[in-house]
C-alpha cells in the first residue's frame, strides 16, 4: 500500500498577478548543454477523471470536457529543463498507468526508466480539481512518494510545478525551483518607437505579465524577500534617474528615491524594511540604506571611487559591492550597520555585480578574463573562482532561490538574449523572446 | 597643395568619428524630447546639433581657426570649436585625453561669455561591463567634462551631468570603433 499525505495548496497574493498588460514576450526555454547521462524517467500522462453527472445538472456545473492543463506534460518539461533527466515521449509508452493501476515495471524498464510517475486529474465540480500522483522506483518496483492535493483552475499550473518541485528533491536531494518567478526586462523598436517593459513570468517562461512600460531604459528589478514587491532603477523624466518599489499584486508603485544624480542599484535588506541603492547626489557614487517605513536614509559608503551594484548577503549582517577604489572594479563586503570595507575579489581585474546564494556561501559575479565579461561564482569561505560561461559579453547574474542555477543577460549576434547555468558549471539553458532584446533577469525567491 | 591634403587625410578618423556620433546623438535626443514635456529646448538643440554632423566637412579647413564671417551665435557656426560636441574616452577610462582639451575650452568660454545658456553633459560608456558600474563610468566621465569647464570659467549653475551608461549606445555595432564612438560625454545646448 501506498499513503497519501495531505498537502493543502496556498493560494498567496503572490501568485495572483491582477495586472493589466497582454501576455507577450513568452521567455522561450531551451536546454544548450546537459549532463551526460541524464535520468531517464518516465511521467505518464495523468489520467482524467470527472464525476457522474446527472441529466439535470446545468450546464454552467458540467466538467470541462478535458483536462485543462496538461500536468504530466508540464512536470516532464520542467525536469527536462534541468538537464538532469531524460523524460521518456509519451508517444513511446507502452501503457498509461494512472494512479489507482497495477504498474507493470517491465513496461518501463526496457525504456531503461530509472523512475516512473503516474497521476488522476480528478475534477470535484465548482472549479476544484483533485490531483494524486505516484513516483516510482522502476528498478526496485518501489513508490519513493505518494501525494494528494486539490487546487482552484486557475492554480493548476502551479500545481504541476509543485509536483516538479516534489519529484525533483526526491529525485536528487536538493530543493525545486520549479514554482519561481523570474523579472526581467525587454527593449523593442528602435530610435523614437524603443520601448522597455518589466515582466514577471513563471520560472519555466510562461504567462509573463507586464509590470511597466516605458520610454526610457529600466534597470535591475530586484524582488522583495517575500516576493510581494519589486524595486527597480528607471532612467525617467529626460536622463533624471528614479527607484521604485512597485507592488506585485496592485501594480501601485512608490518613488523611494530621486535625488540628483545616480539613483540605482537597489537591493532588498533580508527583513524586507530596507533598500541598499546607489546614490551620487554628494558628488560620487555611494552605497546608502533606505528605510522604507520613514524613507530615511544612511550612508554606507565614502570614497572618491565608484562604489555601486550593492547587495545583501542573506544574513542581513554584510552588504557585497562593486568598488574601483583599487583602481579597477572588484567586490567588497561592508558591514550594513557601517564600518571598514574588505576586499573580496582579486583574481583579475574586474569583478562586478554580485549576486549571493541563499545559503550565503557562494558569490556570482561578472568576471573579466581575456576581455570576454563572464560569468564566475566564488566560494565566499575559500575565495576559490570559478569562470562557468564562455560568453563575452555577460551580464546581471542572479542565483534562484535553490542556489542550483544562476540566471544571467549576455548577447547573441546583435540581440541580448537571458541564458542560465548551473552552479556547476553543467548545465546550460537559453531563454529568448520572439523579437528585441531582453536583459536585467532577476530569479524570484521561493513562494511564500 | 600637397601638405594641405595630408592634413586632411590625417584628421579623416577623427572626423569620422564625430560624424557618426552626433547623427546617434540625433536620434537620441528626440526620442528622449518626446517622451518628456519640458524638453522642448534640447529638441531645439538636437536640430543644432544634426547641422553639426552635416558640417564637419567644412569644418575640417577651419579647424583651430576663429569664426572668420561668421555672424550670429557662435554655437551655431560650424566651422567653430563649439560645433564639436561629443568628448570621447579610452576604455574604462574617464581622463579628458589632450585631443578634446581645446574643444572644452571652447565650451568653457562661450559659456562664461553667455550666462544664461545652459548645458547638460551626457555621459556614456560602451557595453562592456556590468550596467549599474556604466551608469557610474558616464556619471564620472561627464563630470571630468564639467571640472574642466567649471575651471576654465563656466559657472556650476550652467551646467546639469547626466549619465546614461551603456543604455544609449551612438553606434550600434559590436566592433572596436563602434565601441569608441560610445564612449563619450555629449554637450546638450539649451538656449
Redesign the interface.
Known amino acids: 500500500m501506498y499513503k497519501i499525505k495531505l498537502f493543502t495548496n496556498t493560494v498567496s497574493g503572490f501568485y495572483l498577478l491582477l495586472l493589466a498588460g497582454t501576455a507577450q514576450a513568452v521567455l522561450n526555454i531551451e536546454i544548450t548543454q546537459g549532463v551526460e547521462g541524464a535520468v531517464p524517467l518516465a511521467v505518464v500522462p495523468f489520467a482524467w477523471q470527472v464525476p457522474p453527472q446527472n441529466p439535470q445538472t446545468p450546464a454552467e456545473l458540467l466538467p470541462p470536457k478535458k483536462p485543462p492543463v496538461d500536468i504530466a506534460a508540464i512536470v516532464r518539461a520542467d525536469l527536462a529543463r534541468t538537464g538532469r533527466f531524460d523524460p521518456l515521449p509519451p508517444k513511446d509508452m507502452l501503457a498509461r498507468p494512472s494512479v489507482d493501476s497495477t504498474i507493470n515495471f517491465s513496461n518501463w524498464r526496457i525504456f531503461q526508466s530509472e523512475n516512473l510517475v503516474v497521476g488522476t486529474l480528478q475534477y470535484l465540480g465548482a472549479d476544484r480539481y483533485k490531483i494524486r500522483f505516484r513516483l516510482f522506483d522502476v528498478f526496485k518496483e518501489k513508490q519513493l512518494e505518494g501525494f494528494s492535493f486539490s487546487v482552484s483552475g486557475d492554480n493548476l499550473r502551479r500545481a504541476a510545478h509543485q509536483v516538479s518541485d516534489i519529484i525533483y528533491e526526491k529525485l536528487t536531494g536538493e530543493r525545486g525551483a520549479f514554482t519561481t518567478s523570474v523579472a526581467y526586462v525587454t527593449a523593442a523598436g528602435v530610435g523614437k518607437a524603443r520601448r522597455y517593459s518589466l515582466w514577471i513570468a513563471d520560472a519555466d517562461g510562461y504567462g509573463p505579465q507586464s509590470m511597466m512600460r516605458s520610454r526610457e531604459p529600466i534597470l535591475s528589478p530586484a524582488w522583495s524577500p517575500d516576493g510581494t514587491r519589486i524595486a527597480y532603477a528607471s532612467l525617467e523624466d529626460n536622463g533624471h534617474q528614479a527607484v521604485f518599489v512597485q507592488n506585485i499584486a496592485s501594480g501601485h508603485r512608490d518613488k523611494v528615491s530621486a535625488h540628483k544624480g545616480i539613483n540605482g542599484a537597489p537591493s532588498w535588506s533580508p527583513d524586507g524594511k530596507s533598500l541598499a541603492v546607489t546614490l551620487s547626489k554628494d558628488g560620487n557614487p555611494e552605497i546608502y540604506v533606505i528605510d522604507l517605513t520613514g524613507k530615511k536614509q544612511r550612508r554606507l559608503t565614502r570614497h572618491w571611487a565608484i562604489d555601486t551594484e550593492p547587495t545583501w548577503t542573506p544574513d542581513g549582517k554584510t552588504i557585497i559591492f562593486t568598488s574601483d577604489r583599487g583602481g579597477r572594479p572588484q567586490l567588497y563586503q561592508v558591514p550594513s550597520k557601517g564600518g571598514k570595507a574588505r576586499r573580496l575579489t582579486f583574481e583579475g581585474k574586474y569583478n562586478a555585480k554580485a549576486s549571493v546564494s541563499q545559503d550565503g556561501k557562494k558569490v556570482a559575479m561578472i568576471h573579466r578574463a581575456g576581455g570576454k565579461y563572464r560569468v564566475a561564482v566564488m566560494d565566499l569561505k575559500s575565495g576559490n573562482l570559478r569562470v562557468l560561461t564562455d560568453g563575452s559579453l555577460d551580464e546581471s547574474p542572479s542565483f534562484a532561490p535553490n542556489g542550483g542555477m544562476i540566471i544571467y543577460a549576455t548577447s547573441a549576434g546583435r540581440r541580448g538574449i537571458l541564458k542560465a547555468v548551473s552552479v556547476d558549471g553543467n548545465i546550460h539553458q537559453r531563454l529568448t523572446v520572439p523579437e528585441g532584446d531582453v536583459r536585467e533577469p532577476a530569479w524570484s525567491p521561493f513562494p511564500q | 597643395m600637397k601638405l594641405w591634403t595630408k592634413t586632411v587625410l590625417a584628421m579623416l578618423p577623427a572626423l569620422m568619428l564625430l560624424g557618426c556620433g552626433t547623427s546617434g546623438e540625433v536620434?537620441d535626443e528626440?526620442?528622449?524630447?518626446?517622451?518628456?514635456s519640458?524638453?522642448t529646448g534640447?529638441l531645439d538643440s538636437s536640430a543644432t546639433t544634426s547641422g553639426v554632423g552635416s558640417g564637419d566637412m567644412a569644418s575640417g579647413e577651419g579647424m583651430g581657426e576663429q569664426e572668420t564671417g561668421f555672424s550670429g551665435d557662435p554655437l551655431d557656426d560650424p566651422s567653430s570649436l563649439l560645433a564639436k560636441r561629443v568628448v570621447y574616452f579610452d576604455f574604462?577610462q574617464t581622463e579628458i585625453k589632450s585631443d578634446f582639451r581645446a574643444i572644452i575650452q571652447a565650451h568653457a568660454e562661450y559659456l562664461a561669455n553667455n550666462n544664461s545658456v545652459m548645458v547638460?553633459l551626457?555621459g556614456h560608456a560602451d557595453?562592456?561591463?556590468?550596467?549599474?558600474?556604466n551608469?557610474?563610468?558616464g556619471?564620472?566621465r561627464a563630470?571630468a567634462v564639467q571640472r574642466l569647464l567649471a575651471l576654465q570659467g563656466a559657472s556650476a549653475s550652467q551646467i546639469r551631468?547626466?549619465?546614461?551608461g551603456e543604455?544609449?549606445p551612438a553606434a550600434?555595432g559590436?566592433d572596436e570603433d563602434s565601441l569608441a564612438l560610445n564612449r563619450r560625454v555629449e554637450f546638450i545646448y539649451s538656449r
Open positions: 536620434e528626440t526620442d528622449s524630447g518626446v517622451s518628456s519640458s524638453s534640447d574604462d547638460t551626457e557595453e562592456r561591463g556590468t550596467r549599474e558600474y551608469i557610474a563610468l556619471e564620472r563630470n551631468v547626466i549619465s546614461y543604455e544609449r550600434l559590436h
